[in-house]
């Protein structure tokens, strides 16, 4: 079922930082952009807990410090780091979101685009629940270009020429979203 055609623009309150309609999960993980300092990138990333598996309310968990470190062998090293998005798109096209837009979101870690380091200061994170190397599906590609297209929308200041992936910006540390990421598909649509 389709979530968001190709022409929806999803509405988001730029005062707030907020999606409007969707999910918001509250999380203390995220701290204030520096000053004078307003999002101009958006990165693109891919996340699954455990690896692979789909589906299951463990990134919420993640991003809330709330997750359980004795529930998977994986998670135990994962629990003692803070991490955040702005927002996640599960396998059905759900958005999810984590941190306001003006806020500072804690996804990017050590990072540089274009010879600017510390990515998190002045991007939106979003994150796609996936691997790298399972095909991403349709309705996922159709919520983050909704999604994109609203933040376009909303914060002038972000372009579409400017949406990476985290590998993009940590290179040879990240590989998200992926080898199996469609980046014409998702530049088709926004
Ligand atoms: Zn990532």
Redesign the pocket.
Known sequence: MSVHSSAHILPIDAKTGLVLGVRQVLTNHYDARPAGVVPDLIIV???SLPPAEFGGPWIDRLFTGSLPPDVHPYFAAMAVGRVSAHALIRRDGEIVQYVPFGERAW?AGRSAYLGREACNDFSVGIELEGTDETAYEAAQYESLGALIRGLLAAYPTLGRERVVG?SDVAPGR?T?PGVAFDWGRLRASI
């Open positions: 990333h891919g996340i996804h985290h990240k998200d």
